[in-house]
């Protein structure tokens, strides 16, 4: 082979070197670009999913009542702390998303009712007898309230009694009517035609706000299923 021949056939071999040498650059530069697009995209995922959770485990927590620092007495659960200055991070948001005003340990205390004596679950296609005597209080009101919207189509009469305009027996005691069909007396409506409905007690200038723990199962109004809709 002639020397020029040799020559030609070495520049050639090293220009092939050289080219694979660069893509072989290329191709370790690619691979690390994507690893660190997939890192970039992974870490941006857990924190979508991580946001993603959190607002909607805190949307449930505060869509209904207080999650936390309830005191159970029978079907009732009491909440002396809510309107207080310790009162916890999600009764502060609960207060927030309601737009209410809490009653403070001064002022008196809210209860909540969101099943039946029995400790069935309160039903909006069911009929209840909310009956009995109250804690002493100066007044007090009892209202129907529950997850989920209310049905445009019903028309909502009363939301609620008070201690001064509700009908009672001559020993004190009184009986409201809870159900989707009108009743006689102290009547409530539901306010859709089924779901989750939750009952709410709220005594003013009550003795019994800075000893929750305290009440006695008899001194609140018992809640009797009295039948369903078919």
Do not use: H
């Not at 009542?65 to 009162?87: D, I, N, Q």
């Not at 009694?161 to 159900?179: K, M, N, Q, V």
Request: net charge positive.
């Amino acid at each position: 082979m002639k020397a020029a021949d040799m020559a030609a056939r070495a520049r050639g071999e090293t220009g092939n070197a050289g080219v694979q040498g660069a893509g072989a650059r290329l191709a370790a530069v690619a691979r690390r670009a994507v690893q660190r697009a997939s890192t970039v995209s992974l870490v941006l995922y857990a924190l979508a999913l991580g946001a993603g959770i959190g607002l909607a485990t805190a949307d449930y927590a505060t869509r209904g009542g207080y999650p936390f620092g309830g005191v159970a007495v029978g079907a009732w659960t009491a909440w002396p702390r809510t309107g207080s200055v310790g009162a916890d991070p999600y009764a502060r948001a609960v207060n927030a998303r309601r737009g209410e005003i809490p009653l403070a340990v001064g002022e008196g205390m809210l209860l909540t009712a969101a099943q039946d004596d029995e400790g069935q679950t309160l039903d909006a296609a069911c009929t209840y007898i909310i009956a009995g005597i109250t804690p002493p209080a100066r007044a007090w009101t009892v209202t129907v309230a529950g997850r989920g919207p209310r049905d445009p189509a019903r028309t909502i009469v009363r939301e609620g009694y008070t201690s001064t305009e509700i009908l009672r027996d001559r020993d004190g005691r009184f009986a409201i009517g809870l159900s989707p069909e009108v009743q006689a007396g102290n009547w409530l409506p539901m306010p859709r035609a089924d779901g989750p409905v939750r009952l709410a007690l709220r005594l003013y200038d009550t003795p019994v706000a800075a000893s929750a723990g305290t009440l006695d199962r008899t001194a609140l109004p018992a809640i009797t299923r009295t039948g369903c809709a078919a």
